[in-house]
C-alpha cells in the first residue's frame, strides 16, 4: 500500500471490529488488526462448545483466513497494553508500537465478579474458547469423579452443578447441562444415575431473562424446571468456594460452579484515561467517538451509550455489528470531505434465547415467540449467521446428532491451561 | 452383574483393549475397562489434528459411549499405578485397587527420546490429543510470530520446522506442514511468503518409510522433495534445544520441532516385575501372556512379540486389534472350558501412509501402490476404520474443504497445557 494511505488500527477482533473492516471494503485505508488470539468466536453459541455439544473449531475461525481476501488488511497476533492517543499510537505488550490515523477499539468485555476476583477459580465465567473448555472439562471430570466415589455426601456435590446468573447464557447453559446429564450421559454410567444431577439456577433478581417481557421469562422459567433445572430467585450469590455457593446464608454443596452473573469492559478505557461507567465501558459521544478523541471510536462490549429510547444499547452481536457499520460509514465520510453522518442509532432487531431442544423463546418486539417454532427460528438464525458454508454444515451435522440421538461429540476432556483447578480443588 | 461372574480388568481403550471387549460381548464376564483419559482416539490421523486439518473431536470418543450398549461393562476413569499379580488386584493412584480373575493390559506407548527426556520441552512428539493441539499451536504461533519479526534470522528459525524421524507419522507431518504453509496459509499473511518456510524432514537410517519397500521409500522421498520438504538422511540427531537441532555436528536453527523418531512402552513390564526388551515392552508367550501368568495377557504397543515370519509384529492399529480378538477368544475357551486356541499369528494386511494431497504409498505385499489411486485407498480406508457415521460424515466434510477449497478448519491457537514452552522459550 502507498504510505500516504489513511492508517486505521482495528483492536479485537469480535462481531464489532470485523463489521466495521467488512465495511470499509474498498476504501482508501490501510487497516491492521490486532487481537490477542488468533481466531474469531461466534460467541452465542459458545455455551454448547461449554456443554459438549459443538467442537471448538465449528464456531472459531482463523482471523486472518477471515481476511484472506483483503490485502489492504494486516492482521497482528498481539497484546495492546495502552493507547498514546498524543502520538496516535497503540502500544502492543512486546514493545512494538502501530501508528494509526484512525483507531477503533472493539476490544469486548470479559465475566466481572462484582469485586471478588478470588471467586474465579472456584466459578469460571464463559467468554473465550478455553472458558468453554474449562467448563466442559469440569463438567465432564465431575460426573466421572462421581461414578468413583463412594461417599454419598461428596457424591451429591459432584453431581450439582450450579449456574450463577439468569441471563441468555445462564438459562441456556443450564438448559442443556439438564439435557446433557439426562439424555446424553445417561445410558453410559454404570454406578450413578445421572437423572439424579442438580442443576441449580441461581438468580438475584426476580426473574429470569430479565431483559425480556415478563411472559417469556415465566415460561423460560417453567421449560427449565420440566426439564429438571431448579430456579432459585431473588437469591444473592455471596461466596463461590471450592465446596460450593452461598446464597441466602446457606453453603449448597456443589463442585461445579458457571458464573454467568456479570461482565465488565475491557481496560480501554483505562488505556486512554477517559470516563468509564462502573462496569467500565467507555461513555462515548453519540457518534461512538471517545470524548476529545474524534479519531478514537470505540464499539461493543467495551462501551456504555444510551439507546434513542434512553434505555442502554445492550451487550450482544447485533449492537456491536451495528456499531461497525456505523463507524465504517463515518470513516467513508470524512475520507470523502462529506458532512458527518447522524448520530449511531441503534436499531433492536430481537433476542433470542434457547433453554433446550425444540424449547427457544423470541421477543422480535412487534412478535414474541415460545416453544418449538421459537426453536426452530433460533437455530437457523443462529446457523445463517455463521461464519462460511463448512461450519454451517458442521454444526448442522451436530445438531442433528444431538436431537435425533442424544450424541454430543465434543465430550472430551483435554489436559491444561487449568491451574486455577488444581489450585481450586483438592479432590 | 451376579458377583460369580468372571472379572476381567482392562487397561487402556486403545485399539487393542476396545477390540478385545468387543469379542468379550454376549460372554458371561464382568469387564471394567480403565482409562488415563475419557476418550479413545483414532491415532492414524492424530498427526491431522497437529497440522490444523482436523478438529479433536472428529478422532476421539468418549469411551464409555463407546460402551453404551455394554451394561456389563465399566468405565472408570483413573491412572493405573501398579499391579498385585498375587492378590490379582490393580491399584489406581487415587488408592482404589481393582480385583481381577483375568487381566489385560493394552496400555500402548509414549514417544521416547534415547534417553535424552530432556529434549521433550523442545521437540513434543505426538501420542494424546493434547500432544497433537501443543504441535498444532507451536507450528501456527510460529508463523503469527514471523509475520511480526524484524529480524531476519530469527524469522528464519520461525519459518524451520524440522521433524525428526521419517517413519510414517514423520513423513506424514512433513508432507502436511509443507501444505500447510503452501497452500492453506500463503494468501493469509502480508509480511512473510509462506511459501519460504523449510520443512526438513531428519532421520538417522538410510532412507524414508524403513519397513517399506525400496521403490515407495524413493518414491516418498521425491514426493516430498517436490512438495518442498528438505529430506536429510542418515543424519542422527545429537540435540535438540530452544534454538534448534543439532545433527552432523551443526546446528539448525528452528523454533518448531517435532518428535517421530521412537517411542517407549508403558511401564507395564515395571508394575509385574517382568522382563522387558529395550523399549520397555513386555516379552510376551506366544498366547500373548505375561510369563509366569496365564491369567495376565498384554497386547499392542507395550508388548514385544515376533511374528511367524520372525519379524516382530509392528506397532500398528490392526497389529493391537487383531491380539485383542485372539485374547478374547482365549479368554471365551478358558470359560467353555474348551482346549487353548493356537498361539496368536499375526497377519500383515498392509501398510499405508499419506504424503501430501493425492499422493500416498501402499504396500499390501502382493501389490505395491503409489500415487493417486493409493491416496483414494488410503483415505476411504481411513474413513471407513473411524468409530461412527457421524465422524465419517464430519471428517469427509473437512477434506473436503481441505481438498477444494484449501481451507484447514482447525487453525485455532487455545492455550495451556503446554507450560513446557512458556519454559522453553523466551522469544
Known amino acids: 500500500m502507498a504510505g500516504e494511505s489513511h492508517r486505521i488500527v482495528v483492536v479485537g477482533a469480535g462481531f464489532g471490529g470485523l463489521e466495521a473492516i467488512h465495511h470499509l471494503k474498498g476504501a482508501a485505508v490501510e487497516i491492521t488488526l490486532v487481537d490477542r488470539r488468533n481466531h474469531h468466536i461466534f ?7 461449554a456443554t459438549a455439544s459443538l467442537s471448538t473449531s465449528e464456531i472459531a475461525w482463523p482471523i486472518r483466513h477471515l481476511m484472506r481476501g483483503r490485502p489492504e488488511v494486516t492482521t497482528l497476533l498481539g497484546e495492546v497494553t495502552g493507547v498514546d492517543a498524543t502520538a496516535r499510537r497503540v502500544r502492543l505488550k512486546d514493545g512494538a508500537q502501530l501508528a494509526y490515523d484512525t483507531l477503533i477499539l472493539a476490544t469486548g468485555a470479559r465475566h466481572a465478579y462484582f469485586g471478588h476476583d478470588e471467586w474465579e477459580p472456584y466459578a469460571p465465567g464463559l467468554k473465550a474458547i478455553e472458558d468453554a473448555t474449562t467448563i466442559r472439562r469440569r463438567i465432564l471430570i465431575a460426573f466421572e469423579k462421581a461414578e468413583r466415589e ?8 459432584l453431581l450439582t452443578f450450579v449456574i450463577v446468573g439468569a441471563g441468555p447464557t ?4 443450564a438448559g442443556t447441562i439438564a439435557e ?15 437423572h439424579k444431577a442438580r442443576v441449580v439456577l441461581v438468580e438475584a ?24 433445572v431448579e430456579v432459585v430467585l431473588g437469591a444473592a450469590v455471596t461466596e463461590c468456594t471450592a465446596d460450593g455457593v452461598i446464597y441466602g446464608g446457606k453453603l449448597l454443596p456443589a463442585r ?44 461493543g462490549d467495551t462501551v456504555s451509550l444510551a439507546g434513542p429510547d434512553g434505555k442502554p444499547v445492550p451487550g450482544i452481536a447485533p449492537a456491536a455489528k451495528q456499531a461497525g457499520v ?51 427460528i433460533w437455530g437457523i438464525a443462529h446457523i445463517y449467521f455463521l461464519i462460511s458454508v463448512r461450519s454451517r454444515l458442521s454444526v448442522a451435522l451436530s445438531w442433528l446428532w444431538i ?25
Open 43 to 49: 460467541q452465542p453459541l459458545l455455551y454448547q462448545v
Open 150 to 157: 463412594t461417599d454419598p455426601a461428596v457424591q451429591d456435590a
Open 256 to 299: 461445579t460452579i458457571v458464573w454467568a452473573a456479570g461482565v465488565r469492559a475491557s481496560p480501554a478505557a483505562e488505556w486512554l484515561g477517559v470516563p468509564a461507567d462502573r462496569n467500565g465501558r467507555i461513555i462515548v459521544e453519540p457518534g461512538l467517538t471517545v470524548p476529545g478523541h474524534p479519531e478514537i471510536f470505540a464499539i
Open 326 to 376: 456505523y463507524v465504517a460509514r463515518v470513516i467513508r465520510a470524512r475520507l470523502a470531505g462529506d458532512p458527518a453522518p447522524p448520530p449511531f442509532r441503534y436499531k433492536h432487531q430481537g433476542s433470542l434465547a434457547q433453554i433446550g431442544k425444540k424449547r427457544a423463546v423470541i421477543d422480535f418486539g412487534w412478535i414474541k415467540l415460545r416453544g418449538a417454532l421459537a426453536w426452530w
Open 205 to 228: 433478581g426476580p426473574r429470569v431473562l430479565a431483559g425480556y417481557p415478563d411472559d417469556l421469562s415465566d415460561y423460560t422459567k417453567q421449560s427449565l424446571e420440566s426439564l429438571g
Open 180 to 194: 446433557l446429564a439426562r439424555d446424553t450421559l445417561a445410558p453410559d454410567f454404570r454406578r450413578i444415575d445421572t
Open 403 to 427: 436431537h435425533t440421538r442424544n450424541q454430543r461429540s465434543a465430550r472430551l476432556i483435554t489436559q491444561g491451561g487449568d491451574e486455577d483447578e488444581s489450585r481450586a480443588r483438592s479432590g
Open 170 to 173: 445462564g438459562v441456556e447453559l
